[in-house]
């Protein structure tokens, strides 16, 4: 009897320590796709100069508050960017363009997002068990600027805010912030993107399930 119970007791350890093991594992590369679309992306800027870059996480003026990109480059789906390009274009008739905070993703970095984010903040960041469409290349973080000036037009919350003033539907910030916010969803919608329900300046693209989750470099991703 206590043979018994010795060898079940060391069993459910090994076992414990075997999903522990394989938890640890499956976190450590990321989630594989088949039948996915071969990836083509694109550089926004070289579809168009005039596109503004601002990528926050080539800075240390992020959340996680150091850089973690090695450059501040922009990559998304070739139909992805042709349509960001087409807002962009849209916006210039009004003299104002379109600043980019971020594209496509390595997924190393959005598993480093969901680790150093609190539990109760994690609805802004995705899981790295899944993906994010920012690792598809079919993800955008991006905002409106003045050509004139240069400045970004007021919004009701700064990029990568963790409040609730970064919903798309919040209804409490001024009439200007709202009228640029809602500018910005229409003419993304009309170009087959949806708003994040959390964060008005994330919209994904259309078929964006139809790509594999990436974690190549920038350098990489040029060459698709």
């Keep these: 009897m206590i043979r018994t119970k010795r060898l079940a007791f060391e069993f459910t350890a090994w076992l414990f320590c075997l999903i522990l093991f394989s938890s640890a594992f499956a976190q ?3 989630p594989k796709e088949s039948n996915k679309r071969e990836a ?17 996480y080539a800075t240390d003026n992020n959340f996680v508050g150091r850089k ?20 962009h274009d849209k916006l210039k008739k009004q003299g104002l363009g379109l600043v980019i905070f971020d594209g496509y993703r390595p997924w190393a970095i959005t598993k480093l997002f969901w680790e150093v984010t609190p539990e ?26 003045d050509l004139k000036t240069g400045q970004p037009v007021p919004m009701p919350s700064g990029y990568d805010e963790f409040t609730e003033r970064a919903s798309p539907n919040y209804a409490g910030g001024t009439e200007e912030e709202n009228h640029n916010r809602e500018l ?14 959390n964060e008005w300046w994330h919209f994904d693209y259309k078929n964006w399930e139809d790509y594999a989750i990436y974690d190549i470099s920038f350098a990489e991703a040029e060459k698709q």
């Design 184 to 197: 910005l969803r229409k003419l993304m919608e009309d170009e087959g993107f949806t708003v994040n329900p």
């Design 28 to 30: 450590s590369a990321a």
């Design 40 to 56: 083509q992306l694109i550089e926004l800027i070289k579809l168009d100069p005039t596109i503004k870059l601002d990528i926050r």
């Design 120 to 145: 109760d903040k994690q609805k802004f960041v995705a899981n790295p068990d899944k993906g994010s469409k920012h690792n598809r290349g079919c993800a955008v973080d991006l905002s409106i600027f």
């Design 68 to 87: 973690v990109y090695p450059e501040a480059r922009a990559f998304l789906q070739k139909p992805a960017a042709k349509a960001v390009k087409r807002v």
